[in-house]
């Protein structure tokens, strides 16, 4: 006799390799995602060509960076208000890279998550992707008591959109092939606030940054903490479970 399951018992979560990569330099890290990367469109292309496919594998990493700007493929460089000098002098890289958006900074303080999944394991829908890690942001927020919101056709998080208050929490900007998916967002929870003056971030004029110490008037906030929140509401949104990753690509 057919029993009706739950959900949950019907369908297994789909496994992610979680992998905390610490303070790790922006090229490095950009080399290893694209590695990931490669290897899983590369399966994808090997599946094609046989009659039991493999199942494509997941991955997230954390990492932080030491003081980068980014740039991403339809960025205007003009965005970035320092010369090469300055940079220099102020120990700042700077990178043209594969994501979209603009320009943002990354740097201490900062909690960066690279999702590389394979969204053909999830869905086919890179609008509802960029959503669904907003929705993770929003509701990491909400834990702290503070209502993240959307800005209309500007991606990330932000607090009180729609006023003249209005500053951004949490920056996005995805690459996405075969539907396998690179980079991803950078949520401000420690940052000296004074690094973005030198940007003018995602190129938006006008409008502030935020920090989640800021907000809460707070000297420090336990980074580890906030990663667990992001691991529990990204693995509900998504339907997937974290496991820590056992070997490196």
């Not at 900074?105 to 999702?115: D, L, R, S, T, W």
């Not at 907003?134 to 209309?152: K, Q």
């Not at 500007?154 to 003249?164: A, H, M, Q, S």
Request: charged content about 25%; overall charge negative.
């Amino acid at each position: 006799m057919f029993v009706n399951l739950p959900f949950t018992f019907l369908f297994m979560n789909k496994i992610i390799q979680l992998e905390d990569l610490g303070l790790k330099e922006f090229a490095e890290t950009w080399a290893y995602q694209e590695s990931i990367f490669k290897q899983i469109v590369e399966l994808k292309t090997k599946n094609r060509q046989v009659e039991v496919p493999l199942e494509t594998p997941n991955y997230f990493l954390f990492v932080e960076h030491p003081h980068v700007y980014t740039l991403g493929k339809s960025g205007d460089v003009s965005n970035l208000l320092l010369t090469e000098k300055q940079l220099e002098a102020k120990g700042i890289t700077f990178f043209k890279i594969n994501r979209g958006g603009d320009i943002t900074y990354h740097g201490p303080g900062q909690i960066v998550g690279y999702p590389i999944l394979d969204l053909e394991n999830f869905f086919t829908d890179i609008h509802k992707y960029l959503r669904f890690l907003e929705e993770v942001i929003i509701l990491v927020l909400r834990d702290y008591g503070l209502e993240g919101a959307r800005s209309p056709g500007e991606t990330g998080v932000w607090l009180d959109v729609g006023t003249p208050f209005a500053r951004k929490i949490c920056a996005m900007g995805v690459r996405a092939s075969r539907w396998v998916t690179m980079h991803g967002f950078a949520l401000n929870v420690n940052v000296d606030l004074g690094y973005f003056d030198n940007i003018i971030p995602c190129g938006i004029r006008g409008k502030a940054v935020t920090s989640l110490h800021v907000e809460l008037k707070e000297r420090h906030i336990d980074e580890s903490a906030v990663k667990v929140k992001i691991q529990k509401h990204f693995q509900d949104l998504f339907q997937a479970e974290f496991v820590d990753s056992l070997s490196k690509i």
